[in-house]
């Protein structure tokens, strides 16, 4: 039976990357993933990163052969389309990648740094002695046997699926579950378009609450005339099948005449906080399996790696001090969660009033500009929206006939700067977590209930 160091469930953006930093630091480490090795990185995404997560990160920049386009900035359509917003800005620069070539790179230098990737291998469950994780029942699926590989810490990193979270005992304080009103379903394709595309550098986001309740649409350019088009929904009761909604109303557009599909596929993403522990004795959880993705835009690769490179890090840290319990890995919650937490929860907050707003309301605020470029940008980049008195009252006479609106709008720029503040004050250790848990429960029911229409 092997014993590491580190066992990380997951090879996919977020796994590779704790893999990568506890085998650079010289720790004996493993990563495992149900893919054959060749398959990792084909994953169902949009694909688009920002350029500064690469610096942010320490991280070699995609090479040419893993972009597929280069992304100037996002431009959102109201849902009539009679009002679009290019927003531009540092943080949103970036990539459509090359998903698959990218995933495989990470992999590689996961595997250059020491890391031992065992492929076709599924983690089945934690395996718990103690009250502690010390280890991963496995299959291996070339072999169809069981195996148990032991370590003195487990990553859990096995994405939206989150297999190993999910059987963790409950008292290790980690949510094994996630409502379904926090989850997009998704379903998109790869399309080769026969002309085209007028701007090739812009990412398009859609909004319209009747094609897509609780998400949006988009079309992402690539190179050769291919776009990236898909579309997400809330999964609450009775939502719409994300690709009929597709074929209906995207696929059935004239730019899409004629094309052909490259690559289809369908998937979930969580579109909230992140989890609020994400630590327990002998385990930490990354990525999609602890919600660390940007609740408005579903951007998840960049959240993911910054959650596998902090949880890397931890890991050496208590292995080093030899406490590897939830007091010596909670410095994990802290650094994520007091930081890029802390944007994701701001981000709910608009979520949930974004998906309580009409269609028509929306192209109204877009139209007079009740909500205009640059408040979408500081909210994008997790900063304070406050209007200025001269600024508030140009726009509430501009927004006279949709008061409602305009105090939704008000209310939840008030709301996100709480919510930030919250999550920026994470407590120092788990003794402070309870209540902290509890009076997170209560803003986030708040908002929902000052925004529910
Ligand atoms: C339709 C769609 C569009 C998206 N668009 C974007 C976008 O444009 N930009 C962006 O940044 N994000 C986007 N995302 C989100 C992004 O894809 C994820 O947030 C990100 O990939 C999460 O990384 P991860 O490492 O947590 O999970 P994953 O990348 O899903 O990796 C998990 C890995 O675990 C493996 N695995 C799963 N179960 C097991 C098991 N039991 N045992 C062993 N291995 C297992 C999988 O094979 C996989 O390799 C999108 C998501 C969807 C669904």
């Known amino acids: 039976m092997d014993k590491f160091d580190v066992i990380i469930a997951g090879a996919g953006t977020g796994g590779s990357l704790a893999a990568k930093t506890v085998a650079e630091a010289g720790l004996n480490a493993c990563f495992l993933d149900i893919k054959k090795e060749t398959d990792i990185g084909r994953k169902i995404c949009g694909d688009a990163i920002g350029k500064h997560h690469f610096s942010n990160l320490g991280l070699k920049e995609p090479s040419s052969d893993e972009i597929e386009g280069i992304m100037e900035g996002i431009e959102i359509y109201s849902p009539d389309k009679k009002t679009s917003y290019v927003v531009k800005g540092d943080q949103l620069y970036g990539f459509v990648l090359n998903r698959y070539r990218f995933g495989q790179r990470l992999v590689s230098e996961a595997k250059s740094a020491g890391a031992i990737l065992y492929d076709q291998t599924q983690a089945i469950e934690p395996l718990v002695e103690g009250g502690r994780v010390c280890g991963v029942k496995t299959k291996n699926l070339k072999t169809k046997s069981e195996e148990t590989l032991r370590s003195s810490l487990v990553i859990e990193a096995t994405g939206f699926t989150a297999a190993l979270r999910k059987k963790l005992p409950p008292n290790l304080g980690i949510d094994l579950t996630v409502d379904n009103q926090d989850v997009e379903a998704c379903y998109r394709e790869i399309r080769l378009l026969t002309h085209s595309l007028d701007n090739r550098s812009l990412c398009q986001i859609y909004l319209n609450q009747k094609t897509t309740p609780g998400g949006y649409y988009w079309v992402f350019p690539r190179k050769g005339n291919k776009v990236n088009v898909g579309l997400g929904v809330a999964m ?22 004629d094309s052909s599909v490259v690559d289809k596929g369908a998937w979930y993403v969580p579109t909230r906080r992140p989890l609020n522990s994400m630590v327990g004795d002998g385990v930490m959880v990354v990525g999609d399996a602890a ?163």
């Open 236 to 257: 609450v009761e009775g939502f719409p099948k994300p690709k009929e909604r597709l074929y209906q109303h995207v696929l059935s557009q004239p730019l899409f005449t």
């Open 291 to 453: 919600c660390q993705v940007n609740p408005i835009h579903g951007g998840g690769i960049g959240p993911s790696m910054i959650g596998g490179k902090l949880a890397g890090e931890t890991a050496l840290k208590a292995l080093e001090k030899g406490d590897l319990s939830r007091e010596g890995l909670w410095e994990y919650n802290i650094r994520y969660i007091s930081d890029y937490g802390a944007k994701q929860a701001g981000l709910e907050v608009f979520r949930i009033l974004l998906q309580n707003v009409g269609d028509e309301d929306l192209n109204y605020g877009m139209r007079y500009r009740l909500l205009t470029e640059e408040d979408l940008l500081k909210v994008s980049l997790g900063e304070d929206i406050r209007f200025s008195i001269t600024e508030k009252a140009r726009r509430v006479f501009k927004g006279l006939k949709n008061i409602s609106f305009l105090r939704k709008l008000k209310n939840a720029a008030k709301l996100i700067r709480e919510a930030k503040n919250w999550y920026k004050a994470y407590p120092s250790s788990p003794a402070d977590f309870e209540n902290w848990r509890t009076r997170t429960e209560d803003l986030f029911r708040r908002a929902v209930g000052q925004f529910a229409a």
